[in-house]
């Protein structure tokens, strides 16, 4: 990919963020630093508000407070408009169009965000954006396959590729390793490593083992709100994140 000049107002500010659903506050006061060129991870228990919190960035669940990208405002916009501004996000269970292929489903990713276009030469009937995206996701191989036949980690892979061809600047990744081989949850990390130099990169994660080997930054959620925010030992030295969390999750996290 070609590298662009760093830009300074390119982070994710989170202040003061506010979900409920009904009398019930999901997310409850959250703030978030997120910096272009660190691979961040949101941990914490079941029911946290760490996939609230992604909601309330991509349009998904009524957020309050502030949330600006590049000096924009995400909160009140549509998902389609956060998208647009460079904020994307995966789900859980990935959203590629199985009957497709690869190319197919990189090339749609690709049509409503043809923003530059530069980016948008074609080389052998492919976009640039699209060969490079499928380069950096280790999928350039795999183009005429249907998505459908990929496996569980290729088809993350190809979610985190319409991102890319999508122009993302700002990742927002639920649980991507969760259901993957070791050796795909290896590819991951060092995947996003890679592509996070020039973005911003946020993993919502449960496997400690993962986070511990590929965290620069991890914030501990508890009950809607940051318990604790730092690197990895600081978080694994902090006695109210051992007592709620890790506590549960310290297998991965004792062979640091
Ligand atoms: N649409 C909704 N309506 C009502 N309650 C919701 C809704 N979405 C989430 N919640 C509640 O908000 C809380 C936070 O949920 P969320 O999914 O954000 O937690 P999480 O930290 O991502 O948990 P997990 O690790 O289990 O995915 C939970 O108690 C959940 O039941």
């Known amino acids: 990919m070609t590298a662009e000049p760093m830009r300074t107002d390119d982070y994710l500010e989170v202040r003061d963020l506010r979900v409920s659903f009904g009398d019930f506050v999901a997310v409850d006061g959250v703030v978030l630093t997120l910096l272009q060129g660190q691979v961040h991870f949101l941990v914490g228990p079941n029911g946290a508000g760490k996939t609230t919190v992604i909601d309330a960035l991509t349009g998904l669940a009524r957020g ?131 592509i996070g130099r020039e973005r911003t990169i946020v993993v919502v994660e449960h496997d400690m083992e993962f986070v511990r080997r590929y965290a620069d930054v991890v914030t501990v959620l508890h009950a809607g709100r940051v318990l604790a925010s730092g690197s990895m030992e600081q978080i694994r030295a902090n006695p109210e994140v051992q007592r709620v969390y890790l506590g549960d999750h310290a297998e991965g996290v004792s062979n640091a």
């Open 64 to 194: 309050q407070g502030v949330a600006t990208f590049d000096g924009e405002d995400l909160l009140g916009r549509s998902s389609h408009a956060i998208a647009r501004l460079g904020v994307g996000r995966t789900f859980q269970t990935a959203t590629v169009f199985n009957d497709l292929t690869v190319l197919q489903n990189l090339d749609i990713a690709g049509l409503r965000h043809r923003r530059r276009r530069s980016l948008w030469r074609a080389r052998n009937g492919i976009p640039d954006a699209v060969a490079e995206a499928a380069e950096a996701v280790g999928l350039s191989h795999l183009l005429d396959r249907p998505a459908g036949v990929l496996s569980h980690g290729q088809k993350q892979w190809l979610e985190i590729g319409m991102l890319l061809v999508q122009d993302a600047r700002v990742l927002l990744l639920d649980e991507p390793v969760a259901g993957m081989s070791a050796q795909e949850r290896d590819a991951t990390g060092e995947l996003l490593h890679r």
